[in-house]
């Protein structure tokens, strides 16, 4: 303020020449003030001629109609002559003469009232010497101060108070406290002749005092800031008037009191809701709250009135200074830790918010400054406080979200604020707050959309600030067999806090939205990766709107939700008040609707000629370009994002955002999830590997297989020699290259080894002991048959004891089938999955090793025992009881036929309702060409169904189809061993008993499968279970 | 005498199917031969075969046509001797076949019993055959003769009765066509008034691609002949099964389609009139099914199967063995894509029912007409084997005999006692 030091000088010189005071006298101070105030706060600069020009006319009209035609003309006849002099007319500076006039006319005060008589003599000379001096002190004046002192309604006032408001220092002494009658006679300035002139006499009314004294405190604007301390008014003259100032200053509380204008106060206010700092009307603390300065009170309230009304500035005072001291720590991007982008697009998001309240607030301002109708407190109250509710709304969701502990990792912070947004727009009441809180949402969904975008578009989960939900598990990678379940993982950290305190997870608002999204979004990006790894040419990204075809997510998202909300609910509303939210969602779904319909007709007519490749090279070229662009569209977005309006209670966000961003991501899976299973089927022959699979794990290749199993059998049958994993694993390449050549080489077989004698051991008495006890009355017929026939029985189990695999009761070693899927069937064919095919491989090698053994029980072999019986008859007619031989070998042939009846019905069962209606569905899953998605788990669910189906029951130690399985496998042996061993020995006890350990299987497997049934519904099995109880054998023999 | 396989699926494009490799095996221009030996001891009807347009098909190696062309003569005596003295050639043909065979699971013999070739040289190739490869199969599709024409054949039961020894004796499992049951099919059935050679021959070659389809088509189930047949066979004497083929239809009758189901279809299977051989009712044996396995091809959904199932065994439209498992196994298997049918499911019934030992009775019927007359005898005496006696036509008799009462004895429930009271079998 180097100009202040000049301003004081000239106005001291202004005082002392035209009106005499002394420098300490009390008027000349209040005169200064008035000069300095007139000065400062001058209206005069940006002059609008025509309001001047109507003021002087009205002046003039008023003039007539009081009677003073003289004082009218003459007004008139001056202001024309003034207008008309020649200085003015190539003054560089325009408008001037208007300017002073302004001047002039603010200065005067009511001109009807000035006593006539004297004026009436004066009045001819006055006003054009007046007008002379005037100009010539004014104009000179003005003119050279200009450059220095633009104070055009445009340049913030708050400037000057960001100066000086620190010093927070004001004159404390209340204006105009003295009359001095000088200072008010108001139309013509006192000029050369008048300052000697006593002072006039119609001042002398006590209300003609009051009236002058109330205009000149009016018309003072003291700068109650600022380095220039104002002057006490030093003591009167004359004793007497010293007394109320004395009794003033002693009585303590009013002495403390600056009385503050209304209108300062308003300013105050405004500028300190502009820029929340420290100011001369209220301080902060060090906790960062505000309060209302001490001893600030307005001219028409007390003290403590006018604290109490400004008081409900102080707490939105401590928001707007929490926000924008967030707004600046957040307006650079930090990098270590890097700030998560929806942080910076939350207080982006804000920023757009204050600047409007801003904007609104210079408003105010211009509105308070330029006095043209009357502001008082109460009507900027009003004004202020849909802002104010707002800022306290804002201020709430934004604690709630910023309510982390410092450790927080960025997609808690992220996630959190989103969802802290998202429910208060959920919550609020108000349509306006909703508009406000649904703009900051979606300006914080910004950088989820982008990275969404970016993923959708690219394929690239471009996720620097490590905030976004989903991330990337860099560990499996995309050749990796678990990538389609575990290449993505889904954050969702329940932060201590929340479970700590018993409030509800602000994220759950927002997972509303998202969880329905993920699903796909997740499965969009694996399978653009998918596709990126197996060298497809990248699928063209399809618009989401017609017209915009290089549109990002984010515009399409905004232009959405401001098309639904801005236009047609508002008719709705207004025809069905109550039924607007269903109006609306059926708008909205309807609009949905038809908006895809439509999009996807343009889609097909645009795109659906083109070319791959030639859409790929030219999509490739202008990267760079939409780079730009999209540099671009970042303000037109946030623009856009700011012409959303309020948002009326009807309408759900959620159910707005979800609806917005659901169809077209959708829509982005599906042309990619066509795609990738197109090439996954097409090129990479999804098909064929889980063919082969089936073809060999499922014996679903049947004579392959039974080439497979009949060789290995026959060797185990030999005694178990040279079987172990390598040369069953050449043996089965070399059977499945038959069918598949090319595949044959990915499978590879390994036998689990005998583990341990002792463990063997108790595994073959163990178990059965515990099956006993607990559900098979049959097993201990079995333990006990089984100890009748230990001395048959030894020889195989010695054989097999001796052999080096472990055999499972059903004497089928313990195979694995590995099938090394190349990459991308991996995907389909993981480990886990094999592993229950590998159970199912089990469960059906050991219904083949039953019935491959009674198969293999042939007629021929037992013919030879013919010869014998033709001697044996000539021989010895002398058999006493024993049986004769022919007929024990009928029996034992009727045992093979029951046996083999018994095993074939389960096989051919299994093999109808299980294994070929999987099969059937595979396939069929398969043409249907589904997305990846769909293929890997519908062909999970159909794996676990037929396991269910097979295996029967989930407990692994007690399956009791294995249980039946294995005894019938058990009897094949006895059979077996007494077909081919020397059958003149058998006697009729031991046909007897197998014969009665079967009926015993037969009718457990009954009894089992009744009450499964009876239980619970099991289609598939009531056919199994109908046949088996029509032919429970009838083997009892006397 | 053919040692021929007749399929019609024979002219496939390559890796259209799996199976081929089970009957064809490929030549060095990838075309496909079959694995089939075709023997004859008068050339007439090879020669029809190699002026037909299947004639590129065979190896001309395995084609055998006796140097003398006169023939059996409709003598069983005469064929079975001459395969004696053929054995060599024969056999080298056999041989070598077999050695060609990967995984040889047994043999496929087509014959009639009736005549001299197919019943005596067939009777011969049966017999070595069993002594050759004891371990291997041994399957027949055997054409009985026509009950209702007064046979060109005098000779016809002999033939029968000795053929019928072998058959019992040497062959695993005997798949009988009969050709008065043919016959009647194609005039009752498919309203043919004369039914030509080649129309029966169709019928035959359908039942034989169809029962064969679950070899050629591998699928979870009857991959291999044993697996096949091993259930519906309990004794080994009663391996004779019949056949039944529904819906039968000719190339000319393609106009009349019906709608076919799973039941449907097995229910077709059961009567009689599908059947392929002819036995009359016997009122006085409650003759019954032992073993029955349908094999149904077509878009079948398998739910359908035990639901059909269910159905048929609560109408009890099958009679069963009271003594041992009663059920009717089905074997679901593909159709060939070539063959273009006009029907969605068809269905093959090989059963093994105790009324076929009616065809056996007749025979020997027949045979003791003749035997009480000592007629025709003296062609046989010709032959060596006859030369010092007639030995040899009383043991057949016996044996099939024996044949006889075992299946009427599996009509009763104490079957499973049943070699108690049987004297000891002879062989």
Redesign the interface.
Known sequence: MTNSGKFDALTKQLITHLLGFKEDEENFIRSEQFVLSNLLYHHCLAVNSHAVRRSIDGLALKFTVHGQHQRAARLKDLTHKFLASPIFKDHHETDLEWSLLSLLLHLSNSPTQVPLEEGEVQLPQTPLDEGRQEELDWAAYLREDDPDYVLGPEEPLSDWSDDDDCEGCAGKDPPGEQLYTHSSTPPSLPEDPLTAKPPLPGLKTLEQLHRAKSWLSAKTHLQYWGPKQPQELPASDHPMANIAKLCEGGSGIHRQCQQLSEWAVMREVVWSLMCPVSSHVFVTNQKGQFSVRRGITLSSLTPAASRSMLEYVCEPLMHLHVLDAFMHNHKTPRLEPPTPFTVLAYASGLWHWRQAFHHHLKGLEDAIKDQESTHTLLWLEGELLPWLRTLAVLFGVHMKAFALPPEASPRTVAMRLLGSLCESVEGAGEAGVRGVLLRLLLHTLRSYLSIMHSWLMHGSLLDHAQEFIVHRDESVTVYDERFWHKAFILSFENDDLNQNRDTRNPVMAIMKILSPLLAILTSVGKSQELLAALGAPPVALQSHLKGHTDCSLEEVVVRYIKGTVCSPPKESERELPEDSERGQEDSTKGKVKESAARNSTVLASEYGGLDPLMWAAFNETPQDNSVKETQLNVDHIASLIEEIGDIPTGVSVVFLLTSALQPLVRRRQEELSTKLTRVLLEEHQLAIHCQVVRSVLLMEAGDVMHEFYSHLFSKMDAGGEGIDSISLTLLLQYCVARLYPDLAQFFSVSLLLQRNAEEQASDSSQPSLVKSDRVLPIEEHERLGKRTQKIHDSKHFQKSASSKMSLTRAGVPELQICYQAPWPANLLLTEPVLKKFNKLFNFSLSLKRVTNGLERLKFKELSSWNLILGHEAEESSTEGPQMPLQSRLHRLQLLRQWLLCFSRELHDHFANTAFLPFYQAVEQLILAAPSLNTIITEHEKLLNKISSECLMGRDEKILPLQVVLNKVFWLTQQLSHLWLGDVSRVNVEEITNLETHYAQVHRYLVNFLTTLVSHSFSPHLEGLTRTLVDTVPLLTHQ | MEYLLKGRWKIMPRRAQ??K??FFYQADDEHYIPRSVLLDLEPRVIHTIMNSPYAKLYNPENIYMSKQGGGAGNNWAAGFSQGERIYDEVFDIIDREADGSD?LEGFVLCHSIAGGTGSGLGSYILERLNDRF??KLVQTYSVFPNQDEISDVVVQPYNSLLTLKRLTQSA?CVVVLDNTALNRIASDRLHITNPTFSQINSLVSNIMSVSTA??RY???????L??LI??LI???RLHFLMTGFTPLTTDQEVASVRKTTVLDVMRRLLQPKNMMVSTPLDRNTQHCYI?ILNIIQGEVD??Q???S??RI?ERKMAQFI??????I????SKKSPYIQSAHRVSGLMLANHTNISALFERTLKQYDKLRKREAFLEQFRKENMFAESLDELDQSREVVQLLVDEYVAATN?D??????K??????
């Open positions: 799996t199976g490799d089970v995984s004891p371990k695993d679950t070899l591998p699928s979870y189930m009857n991959n291999d044993i697996g091993a259930p309990p004794t080994p073993s398998p739910t199967v035990h639901k199932l269910q065994r009271p003594w041992g498992p009663a059920s196994q089905v074997a679901l429930p079957y499973l006692s049943w070699g108690l049987q004297g000891p079998m002879e062989t």
